[in-house]
């Protein structure tokens, strides 16, 4: 069954929700209507009918390589608390977004790399449980504007990547909110970074082992051919 969402009748129930995070994780110099759309994932939960408990979310620029009824079954594994299913971040693109929190606290790991680091999240496959997230009271108050100032205060955060900013930013302080996800079903090939101050360390947030389920050609990378 397939239902079309208006897109400007989600962005007027968006936008009153997201209006204050969007001065901190958007492109653009001030809070615009239009780009509420980039925070769907958000406050998906309160805007969907309630008979709707799951949603996948997913970026144009992927190529699947095996069913995406297996990528459901992850909502299998969420941990107790987690509301929503994420892949890593796979360039150091918050290395550097954090570089000001790390030179204060030079003994943390946010913004390092994986196993040990949190390099944050890539929004490109998103499982968003949504019954999860309208139950939580944490989630929901992460939400709220003052959290996102305090948050965005304590870690010196001026993000340009909507969805994924945020909650790489809540990742920070409450990981137990995330199921994260293989590499593999999120294998993100953009390499721009490489070419941008981080090549010391760029393959160890880059390497991803194992067989590739979703291709992410993300800053428009050409896809590998089968």
Known sequence: ?????????????????????????????????SDAIFFL???????????????????????????????????NNFPEGAVIGIAREM????????????????????????????????????????????????YNQLLEPTMVQKLTEKYHFKGHLGDQDFFTMVGMEHPELFH????????????WWRDHGYSDVFDQYFQCDGEVKIYHGNCNTPIPED
């Open 41 to 75: 994932s958000v406050a998906m939960h309160r805007i969907m009918p309630k008979e709707i408990t799951q949603i996948i979310q997913v970026d144009l620029d992927l190529k699947y390589k095996t069913n995406i009824r297996d990528l459901f079954d992850e909502f």
């Open 180 to 191: 994260v996800l293989d590499c593999t079903w999120n294998r993100q090939l953009c390499t």
């Open 1 to 33: 069954q397939v239902i079309v969402h208006d897109v400007n009748e989600l962005t007027e129930k968006l936008f009153p929700i997201v209006e204050a995070m969007q001065k901190h994780f958007s492109a653009g110099s001030g809070t615009y209507y």
């Open 91 to 138: 360039q150091p693109v918050y290395r550097h977004t954090f570089w000001q929190y790390r030179r204060e606290n030079p003994q943390t790991k946010v913004g390092d790399p994986p196993p040990d680091g949190l390099p944050g999240f890539n929004s490109g496959v998103l499982l968003l449980n949504l019954e999860a997230m309208r139950q939580s009271k944490l």
